[in-house]
Each structure stands twice: as C-alpha cells, then as structure tokens.
C-alpha cells in the first residue's frame, strides 16, 4: 500500500514540539509539526506530499473564498498504555467525505490518499499525540476548490490537505439548549447531510441568538413545522425514552451522519436498549418529560464525544434533567473513551493502527 502512494515527505527541521506541553491543550489551537497537500488538477491527484506544517500562498480570487466549495472531517487518534498509536474509524470519514464532495460537486478523494496519507502524517508526527486520559490528537481533513476565477462554477482545480492537532480533555459542560423555531439549518433537497464549511457559517446566527437568550446552543427542528428535531448545534442528538433510544433518522438527508452517533447507537444497544432511527416530534418529546419517561437528553460528535443537555426549553415551556443521576450518557461515554485508548475490547475493529 505504502509503496503505490506517490509521496514526497519533507521533514521539519526541528520539531516544535520541545516547546508545548500536551496536557489540557484547548481544542484546535496548536498544530503539528507536519501537514499534507496534494493537488488535483486535470482530472487527477497529484503533487501529493506530507511537508512542514506551514501558511498557504493563495490568489484572492481563488474560487472557495467566494463560493464555498469546501468540505472538512474531523478524526482523532489516539495512544495506548503500550505507545501504540490508533485511528478512530477512520474509513468511515473517508466515505462520508466523499458523499459531502459529491454534493458539493468535488472530486472524490482516492481511499489510498485520504487514508494511507493520514496514515503517513500521523506516524510521522506521532509524538504529538497526548497519552493522558482523554486527550487525542483531532485529525482534520479538508478539501477546497481552488480555481483562480471569479465566476460561479464548480472550480477545475482542488487542494486536499490533512492538518493534525493535539487536544484534551475536551469538557462539555452539560447543556441549556434552545429549541429553534425561526432559523433552519437543513432542508431536504439541501446540504445538511455534508461535512460543507458553509453550513457552520449558516448556523452562527442563530447559535449567537440562542447565547444571548442564555442558552449554549439551539436544537435545530424541521423548515417547514418547526416540530421535528433535527440535530443539537453540531452534534446528533439522543433521546431516552423508557427502554428507548431514540435519534433522528438519515433518510431526509436533513441529518449529517455522525460516526459517533454510529457508535452511539452500537453501545446503546449493546446496553439492551431498542433504538429507533426515525421523525421525532417535540411534541412527544414534551409528552414524555410529562409522563416522567423522558430520562435523558444527550448529543454525539468527534469533539466531545458526549454532551448532556441538562435544559431545554421550547417556547416557554422548560424540561430540566438531573444530569448528575444519569446512566446511559456517562456509560457510553467511558465505553467509547475505553475502546479508543485501549481499555476496552475493540470487538467491532474500529481502531485502525497507525
Ligand atoms: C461532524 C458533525 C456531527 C458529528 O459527527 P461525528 O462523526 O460524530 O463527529 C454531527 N453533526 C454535525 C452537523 C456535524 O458537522
């Protein structure tokens, strides 16, 4: 595999490593030493290399700027008690970043590059990964069009780069969510379903607007009868109902398919719960909390794996959790913490070895 991959790798000179302490970096802020590129042009992948972590010389007119053909991932791997370094799944952000580059009329990107590449990168910066408890090193992929044009079409060119870094723990205080009513963040027929960098910028509005009212983030609900839920900021969002789990299902392309929340479905059923993939309205949410049947209230994602919502409010009416009594959302969390740093049986293969 390795050989196939035509790579040039270029070494730092010296590692910036020597400066940093890896323990309680915050999310996103530091970078490695090391970085990759690779470009396409004329219908193919090439210039593929793994360099010093460096700035972009880029023209102002470059094509993703102005029009937004750009998409992202977000991977983590990390280290066990033996040194060993693992990916997290990564083969599943490798096909869900190719379905957000079809949608956005990209290139797909060779299996060989986006995980032999990633492979590379992360061996050869593999100091920097954290080996404390719930540290990790965030892997993020990204694509942009890259076409020197001002005009809107999809670009003939693009840059696909890999930059890596350290992280943890990433701590998500329990959550007042805001049930949003006036803005949408997808559609069917729309771009939901894509890691797309600009449905985040879409979201930041109304995120802003929820924060001023006091709340953390908004839980999204459908355009059309602000009814059903959706997703909770940018994670997926869980409800447990009695011996029920319930998450929003794929079909409407509303949903952007989380590989936690893959996860998250496996442990809950691993616990013996039944899950339901499926429309959820606030309504029976709201019936729920009621009948005292509603237990807890939780997003997945990359970053935090779990987030409990201690609050949710939908118009006036307020449901308030005793997260510190919760079950299912802190073993899920352990479990998956677990099997990532080595802990834990991986029976489903899901850590890939760097
Ligand atoms: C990335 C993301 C998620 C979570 O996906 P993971 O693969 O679990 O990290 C959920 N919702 C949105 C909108 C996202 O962008």
């Known amino acids: 595999m390795t ?42 992948w090439k210039n593929i290399e793994i360099k010093p972590y460096q700035p972009l010389l880029l023209s102002p007119s470059v094509a993703a700027l102005h029009y937004g053909q750009a998409i992202f991932e977000g991977v ?20 869900r970043f190719n379905i957000s580059a079809e949608r956005m009329q990209m290139p797909a990107v060779p299996e060989e590059l986006f995980m032999e590449g990633m492979r590379l990168l992360v061996e050869l910066d593999k100091n920097w990964i954290p080996s404390k408890p719930d540290h990790s090193l965030y892997i ?12 809107v079409r999809p670009s003939d060119t693009y840059k696909f780069m890999i930059i890596l870094s350290p992280t943890g723990p990433y701590y998500s205080a329990p959550m007042r ?21 600009g449905n985040y910028g879409a979201a930041m509005y109304a995120t802003a607007e929820a924060k001023k009212k006091g709340y953390d983030q908004v839980l999204w609900t459908d355009a059309f009868e602000h009814k059903y839920v959706q997703e909770c900021g940018t994670m997926n969002v869980f409800f447990i109902i009695g011996n029920t789990a319930i998450t929003p299902s794929l079909e409407l392309g509303t949903i952007l398919n989380g590989v936690t929340r893959q996860s998250t479905i496996t442990m809950l ?16 949410i709201i019936d729920a909390y009621k009948a005292n049947t509603l237990y807890e209230v939780f ?12 609050e949710l409010r939908y118009k006036d009416f307020v449901m308030e959790f005793d997260v510190d009594n919760w079950k299912t959302a802190p073993t899920i969390k352990k479990w ?19």
């Open 3 to 44: 050989a196939a991959l035509d790579i040039l790798i270029t070494k730092a000179e010296q590692s910036k490593l020597k400066d940093l302490n890896l323990e309680n970096l915050p999310f996103g802020k530091f970078f490695t030493d090391h970085m990759l590129e690779a470009d396409y042009e004329n219908g193919e």
């Open 76 to 95: 983590k791997a990390y280290k066990d008690s033996n040194g060993d370094a693992y990916i997290f799944r990564p083969i599943d952000n490798f096909k």
């Open 140 to 151: 993020r992929p990204f694509m942009f069009s890259s076409d020197e044009l001002i005009g």
């Open 177 to 197: 969510i805001y049930v949003e009513e006036n803005y949408v963040r997808a559609v069917p027929g729309g771009v939901g379903y894509a890691k797309a960098a």
């Open 269 to 284: 059923q691993e616990m013996g719960f039944t899950v339901e993939e499926r429309r959820l309205n606030i309504d029976d």
């Open 299 to 310: 997003g997945t994602g990359t970053a935090a794996t779990i987030s409990m919502i201690k």
């Open 336 to 354: 998956l913490t677990d099997i990532r740093e080595g802990n834990r049986e991986d029976k489903y293969n899901w850590m890939q070895k760097v």
